[in-house]
């Protein structure tokens, strides 16, 4: 299962903290993604990068920052300002920022506000 | 942009039967269409995906086909076994430069019924 790993698996946040989730890959892919999933509502994507050092907004961007500076790795900082933060946090990645290959996910992390 | 629809959010069909899923994309400049299946605590992998020159693929007992008129594309599951059982998302992508990654649809939980 190596190629793309999310750390940590579980995760507990108090209201009005700001957490990181990790995303690494090993696959020397350009593009990787940030993506929410809640029961019924499939994929979100909330942020994007196709190269280094630049990185885009997806539907879902507000309460949410990331920054790319190493191919490898894209964390996701979920901020207090994100009101409904509890969810499954999905990273992928695809070799062509052209969206037009496979993305590979990592097996995610679980974000639970307590 | 893109607006991915996906039908039944609920499919239940007997052991050895066939399963349809069909999924609706709104932006006809999309032109990747994958279908990924997520198992109960996994990640989503990628199952099959088709490109907008094609109008069929199939892979034993999958098959996808496209309609680009109707901007519309299923999945056929045929001969189905309990390992099967899951949820499967479709996707699509518009390729080039400037892509903004993958939009799925909300999923469609597949049960298998002995």
């Known amino acids: 299962d190596g190629g793309i790993t999310q750390s940590p698996k579980y995760l507990f946040r108090k209201e009005g903290q700001n957490v990181t989730l990790s995303c690494e890959q090993n696959?020397?892919?350009?593009?990787m993604y940030w993506y929410r999933q809640d029961p019924g509502q499939g994929l979100r994507l909330i942020y994007y990068?196709?190269?280094?050092?630049?990185?885009q907004k997806g539907d879902i961007a507000e309460g949410y920052s990331v920054s790319r500076e190493k191919k490898e790795s894209f964390p996701l900082t979920v901020t207090s300002a994100q009101k409904n933060p509890t969810a499954f946090y999905l990273c992928?990645?695809?070799?062509?920022?052209?969206?037009?290959?496979?993305?590979?996910f990592g097996q995610g992390t679980r974000l639970t506000v307590v | 942009g893109e607006n991915v629809e996906q039908h039944p959010s609920t499919l239940s069909v007997q052991e050895g039967d066939s399963a349809v899923i069909k999924c609706t994309y709104s932006d006809s400049a999309s032109n990747y269409f994958p279908w990924y299946k997520q198992e109960l605590g996994k990640r989503p992998q990628l199952i099959i995906d088709i490109r907008s020159n094609v109008g069929e693929k199939k892979d034993q007992r999958i098959a996808v086909t496209l309609n680009k008129t109707a901007k519309h594309f299923s999945l056929h599951i045929t001969e189905t076994q309990p390992e099967d059982s899951a949820v499967y998302f479709c996707a699509a992508s518009i390729g080039g430069g400037g892509a903004d990654g993958l939009t799925f649809g909300k999923g469609t939980h597949l049960i298998i019924q002995p």
């Open positions: 990068s196709q190269i280094v050092n630049d990185f």
């Open positions: 696959l020397n892919h350009d593009a």
């Open positions: 992928a990645s695809s070799i062509s920022p052209s969206g037009m290959g496979e993305a590979f």
